[in-house]
Nanobody, 114 residues
Framework: QVQLVESGGGLVQPGGSLRLSCAAS????????MSWYRQAAGKARELVAA????????SYADSVKGRFTISRDNAKNTVYLEMNSLKPEDTAVYYC???????WGQGTQVTVSS
C-alpha cells in the first residue's frame, strides 16, 4: 500500500532554513507528480509546491515562491522541500502527497519562531 513518511521538520529562527524529506513506497514513484502541502493551526490545508514525475517542471504557491524549492530523487523514491528565509507564517505541519491519490503521511511540524 502507499506509504509516505515525512521528516526534517523542527524549530528554526526567522530567516533560517530547513530541508524536508518525504520517503515514498508502495507505488511506482516516478510515475506520479508529487506535492507538498501545509496546514497551520486552525486553517485549511494548502498546496505549497508540486513537481512532475520526471522532475522537469515545478510550481509554487505565491507565498513561498523564491524561498522554497521542491526536488525529487526517483532512485531513492524521495521528494524534498528546501525552505529558506523562513517566516513565522510558514509555521505549519507539512505533508507530502502523490498527486491524484488520497493517502497522506503523518506530517512533519515546522515552527518558525525566535
Amino acid at each position: 500500500q502507499v506509504q509516505l513518511v515525512e521528516s526534517g521538520g523542527g524549530l528554526v529562527q526567522p530567516g533560517g532554513s530547513l530541508r524536508l524529506s518525504c520517503a515514498a513506497s508502495g507505488f511506482t514513484f516516478s510515475m506520479y507528480a508529487m506535492s507538498w502541502y501545509r496546514q497551520a493551526a486552525g486553517k485549511a490545508r494548502e498546496l505549497v509546491a508540486a513537481i512532475t514525475g520526471a522532475g522537469g517542471s515545478t510550481s509554487y504557491a505565491d507565498s513561498v515562491k523564491g524561498r522554497f524549492t521542491i526536488s525529487r530523487d526517483n532512485a531513492k523514491n524521495t521528494v524534498y522541500l528546501e525552505m529558506n528565509s523562513l517566516k513565522p507564517e510558514d509555521t505549519a505541519v507539512y505533508y507530502c502527497n502523490a498527486v491524484g491519490t488520497p493517502q497522506w503521511g503523518q506530517g512533519t511540524q515546522v515552527t518558525v519562531s525566535s
